[in-house]
């Protein structure tokens, strides 16, 4: 059965950091594109980043410089490192997957097909 399921999420203060943790099962990590999103209450669903199956990353440029995506396919675990964190960083965050198997990533939530069920990341003094 394929599952995404995420987790690190939690409270923080501004400038703090958290790393969030996406375990896969059901299909090998690496051969898949995969990316992060996150949705703020009362907002639509928006992509932080994505890395491909040869390990090429993108990010979006609200998160430049600050989050980091990486993978380690022995453990078959996405991550998502978040430093310098902001009050607009609040938001729940998803890890998500392209079954469709494409050389490259984007970070548009159209393109994903394979879903986990978020966790929260709050952001505040």
């Known amino acids: 059965q394929v599952q995404l399921v995420e987790s690190g999420g939690g409270s923080v203060q501004p400038g703090g950091s958290l790393t969030l943790s996406c375990v896969v099962s059901?299909?090998?990590?690496?051969?898949?594109?995969m990316g992060w999103f996150r949705q703020a209450p009362g907002k639509e669903r928006e992509g932080v980043g994505c890395?491909?199956?040869?390990?090429?990353?993108l990010y979006v440029d609200s998160v430049k410089g600050r989050f980091g995506i990486s993978r380690d396919n022995a453990k078959n675990t996405l991550y998502l490192q978040m430093n310098s964190l902001k009050a607009d960083d609040t938001a729940m965050y998803y890890c998500?997957?392209?079954?469709?198997?494409?050389?490259?990533?984007?970070?548009?939530?159209?393109?994903?097909?394979?879903w986990g069920q978020g966790t929260q990341v709050t952001v505040s003094s």
């Open positions: 998500a997957a392209d079954s469709r198997r494409s050389p490259y990533c984007v970070a548009s939530p159209s393109m994903y097909d394979i």
């Open positions: 890395i491909d199956s040869g390990g090429g990353t």
């Open positions: 059901g299909f090998t990590l690496r051969t898949y594109s």
